[in-house]
Structures are given as C-alpha cells and as structure tokens.
C-alpha cells in the first residue's frame, strides 16, 4: 500500500509534526514502507502459536501481603498550613 501525499499531511497533523514540502517524498515513502511490513506481517499464520505473556514459563514471588508501617498522617499533617478532614487544603490557582 503506497501512502499518497494527503494521508502524510493528515498523518504529520495528528501526530502533531511538521514536515517541509522537501521532506515529505521521502516521509512518504518510509512510511509506505512501513506500512508494507505490517501488511506483509499480516499475513503469516499465527493459528498454532500460543499466546504468552512473558517469554519464561517462571512465576512471579509475591511479598507477604502485610502492613510493615504505622499510619502517621496525622503527625504529618501538622506541618501542613491547611488541613480539613485529613485532607490537604491548597491555594485555588486556575480561575
């Protein structure tokens, strides 16, 4: 599949990227290139291949699920200038 010079145009404005009219023969034509590839990579029978979601058939070690530290917001929250229900409070900066 050959990419004419509008689907670059259209391409570069919502990849928000700027190419010089000198640029585009040759963005056009790598991308038809690429374009070429995944077609071409369609095309190969993936019927008997399993899907995997790590390439070691390992498992993963999980930690101990546990709380290993005390809650301590409150003493954190004393150096805050402004607190409100244990949230806090900052300055409203966009109008």
């Known amino acids: 599949m050959s990419l004419n010079r509008e689907d670059v145009e259209k391409l570069c404005l919502l990849a928000r990227l700027k190419i010089t ?4 023969t040759d963005v056009a034509s790598k991308l038809s290139d690429i374009v070429t590839l995944v077609n ?6 993936t019927t008997e ?7 070691l058939d390992i498992a993963q070690r999980l930690r101990e699920d546990k709380v290993t530290e005390s809650d301590r917001h409150e003493h954190y929250q004393q150096n805050a200038s402004m607190v409100e229900r244990d949230l806090y409070l900052v300055p409203k900066v966009i109008e």
């Open 40 to 45: 071409q990579l369609r095309t190969a029978d």
């Open 21 to 24: 009219p000198e640029e585009m």
């Open 49 to 55: 291949v399993v899907p995997m979601a790590h390439p």
